[in-house]
């Protein structure tokens, strides 16, 4: 296992848009249980169960953010699903540390495919341009970026491009969770937890 400071082989190479992420729990077991029930069985209340040591996170990294923004999911994805799971860890988390939550600071502006069964240049180009950000929302703030799982990273690379590209002055990531082993080929190692 890395060390806490220690970065992966692909963010030395090509350093992400993003100034840090950072992932409470490897993506297995009781964990990926319970990213589950709050993704796929509308059990909300675990969004608010873990907001609270994601709140710990963001007090041990001691980042220094003006708002807190999930990340969006489509307006087609919303109807069926009824919630955005990274909402419900976002906007929590968001009052616990007294900072503003602007879930509309960012949207996706296409359907993207479900990343679960693709390779991770099928999860790249899924992704690609799929988000954009709100200037008169993010510009000159930092950022703090919420998601369930970060798995290569696609989707939070993608938003912190279209936050950073409307100026943005940080975007700091914080995922429940990331699985600790490559998923598919070397090249998708994990990123420091």
């Not at 190479?13 to 992420?21: E, G, H, N």
């Not at 976002?90 to 949207?107: C, H, I, M, N, T």
């Not at 919420?146 to 100026?167: F, P, Q, R, Y």
Request: aromatic letters at 6%; a positive charge.
């Amino acid at each position: 296992m890395r060390g806490l400071r220690d970065i992966c082989t692909n963010c030395e190479i090509s350093p992400p848009p993003y100034d840090a992420l950072r992932s409470l729990a490897d993506y297995e077991g009781i964990t990926r249980e319970c990213v589950h029930a709050l993704k796929y069985d509308n059990n909300q209340s675990l969004g608010e169960f873990f907001s609270k040591a994601l709140v710990d996170r963001v007090r041990l990294e001691q980042w220094s953010v003006d708002m807190v923004i999930p990340v969006p999911l489509s307006p087609s994805k919303i109807k069926t699903r009824g919630f955005n799971q990274s909402a419900l860890l976002a906007r929590p988390l968001a009052l616990q540390l007294s900072l503003k939550y602007r879930p509309y600071g960012l949207k996706r502006i296409r359907n993207t495919r479900s990343q679960v069964e693709l390779s991770a240049e099928e999860r790249r180009q899924n992704v690609m341009g799929a988000f954009l950000a709100e200037p008169d929302i993010v510009s000159g703030r930092r950022v703090l970026l919420v998601d369930d799982v970060t798995t290569t990273g696609s989707t939070l690379i993608e938003c912190a491009k279209a936050l950073k590209s409307v100026g943005a002055s940080a975007v700091y990531c914080l995922t429940l969770a990331r699985p600790l082993k490559p998923l598919y080929s070397s090249k998708s190692a994990s990123c420091i937890m």
